[in-house]
DNA sequence: CTGTTTCGAAACTTTTACGTATCGAAACGG
DNA sequence: CCGTTTCGATACGTAAAAGTTTCGAAACAG
């Protein structure tokens, strides 16, 4: 009410936070969570030192943990690529080859294991999570694969959740089952999955 | 010396272990860890209040978390069922059938869970759950596959850990897909997988 | 230069769980 | 009956982490 008028632009004096160490504060967040299982194993110590940050740093711009994962896993969508859409095969093992790539991250990984385990300690958390996150994919997985119905491509009884579930599923099983010593990849598996799924197991 | 010799059969004094008691506490930690998602945030507190038992009584068998949750989970050993053998649909079928109840068991469910994120912290447990609960199943299950290319059944180019990868990982995908506030399974969806695998997803 | 805000570091209080010890009661063998 | 051991309950000291506060230094606006 002295000097300025109060419609502007919310200009704080004094020194401005640090965009640095905001990203930061998110990148050792996502590492911890990576690295550990569960949020309870979460520690806000652990984030700050890895972030070489004080917690004064951390607490001021959230106020509880569970906030801070919320903002660290958002950034994390990463949507699926632009499909080419030649093909229903080919689409598909463009959205598997990503999967396979995202099972093996820890960082990507760290999102299914949140949304698959802790939905009873933090329900609204993995809600968000899933809203954020896996609905869009299991929307552009289910347009493609209803696509395929429509133009012959997949057979007109299929259950789409099933299929969904089937390449999903597959591709995640086959890294967990990998023997952690020797995680290698094969060469060749994406296109092994999507075939073996699309042809069937027995013959033709 | 005294009088009796040395060689019994270690028939201790006293007040004997109470066997309702270990059976509570294995219970309580199955529950536990089914609940919870890892070990760090089972607490042995916690064990001692659902099993209705003192922490004494649990420290006097175990000497620490993880020899208990040894014990606990080498209870669990629920092996595949016999398989009739009469075509290799119906033994897929039969093995399906298990997987699904077992993806929506709490129960079972944190062996996977502790199996497949608990390698880095305690790699030793994981080795021997893997070696106890999921190494037989994974060659029953390959046994089985080899089978159906031998008779025929399935195509000569399959790549088993593959199709093994498909088995379970769909059912699992397909269980944890669901909503997690109405999880009905729809009748039906064991055979629905099979022959969506078997098949495939394009038209034949 | 002055006032304000953020910075990282550290001290602090509270909570939680571990692992140990102690207690009276109860269950066994001799 | 008596000694021993387990029982469940409770209390204790230790340790880790949460969340708050304090501190001097640094970064900006005017």
Not at 33 to 46: Q, V
Not at 53 to 59: A, E, S
Not at 102 to 117: G, K, P, W
Request: aromatic share 2%.
């Amino acid at each position: 009410m002295t000097t300025t008028d109060e419609t502007q632009t919310a200009r704080p004096a004094g020194r401005p936070r640090s965009a640095r160490a905001e990203k930061a504060i998110i990148d050792a967040t996502l590492d911890l969570i990576g690295e550990s299982t569960s949020l309870g194993e979460l520690s806000i110590e652990a984030i700050a030192a890895r972030a070489g940050v004080g917690k004064t740093t951390i607490y001021r711009r959230w106020s509880n943990k569970e906030d801070l994962v919320v903002d660290a896993l958002a950034t994390l969508k990463a949507p699926l690529p632009r499909l080419a859409g030649r093909s229903l095969r080919e689409d598909l093992i463009a959205c598997v080859e990503v999967f396979l790539h995202e099972a093996c991250d820890a960082r990507s990984r760290c999102v299914m294991n949140i949304a698959m385990n802790e939905f009873e300690r933090h329900p609204r958390l993995v809600k968000r999570i899933r809203q954020a996150a896996i609905e869009p994919r299991r929307a552009a997985l289910t347009a493609l694969l209803q696509r395929g119905i429509a133009t012959g491509e997949l057979r007109a009884d299929l259950d789409v959740p099933v299929a969904l579930a089937a390449l999903i599923g597959t591709v995640v099983w086959y890294v967990r089952g990998l023997d952690p010593d020797h995680q290698v990849i094969q060469e060749g598996v994406v296109e092994q999955v999507v075939d073996h799924l699309l042809g069937g197991l027995t013959p033709r």
